[in-house]
């Protein structure tokens, strides 16, 4: 996806100071009315949420796929995201997702599978 073609405006991109990130590579977004924000030198904490969350979509999902184009690398972590933020179990809920609609059942119901991801995620749910 181009910059252009994004349906909301980018306002900032934060970097480190890799020298992999050429002067090249900021004049693109320079010209794009994008301001670039570089993180402190050796300070791995100044963008540590995003680290984790880079991390967490490699080794769950990027890590088991072969992505055969630009449709399908675009497709890919936007279904992870999907489910990253509204399916999956989260401790502080007692394992509940973001969206449920309720407490746990406690009598016995039947349970509908959901594969994402080609199976590699499985999301479950209550059949109505």
């Not at 590579?25 to 949420?49: G, M, Q």
């Not at 080794?59 to 690398?73: Q, V």
């Amino acid at each position: 996806m181009d910059l252009d073609q994004r349906t909301s405006q980018v306002r900032y991109l934060i970097r480190d100071r890799d020298a992999k990130f050429t002067a090249a590579f900021d004049a693109v977004f320079t010209a794009e009315d994008i301001t670039i924000l570089r993180t402190p030198v050796r300070a791995p904490v100044a963008n540590a949420y995003v680290e984790r969350w880079v991390g967490t979509v490699r080794r769950e999902c990027l890590d088991h796929l072969l992505i055969t184009g630009e449709r399908h690398l675009a497709a890919v972590p936007a279904d992870y995201v999907d489910h990253y933020n509204a399916h999956r179990p989260h401790r502080s809920l007692h394992q509940q997702p973001p969206d449920a609609t309720g407490p746990p059942p406690h009598a016995p119901t039947a349970v509908i599978r959901r594969d994402r991801l080609g199976g590699l995620i499985h999301e479950y749910q209550q059949a109505a």
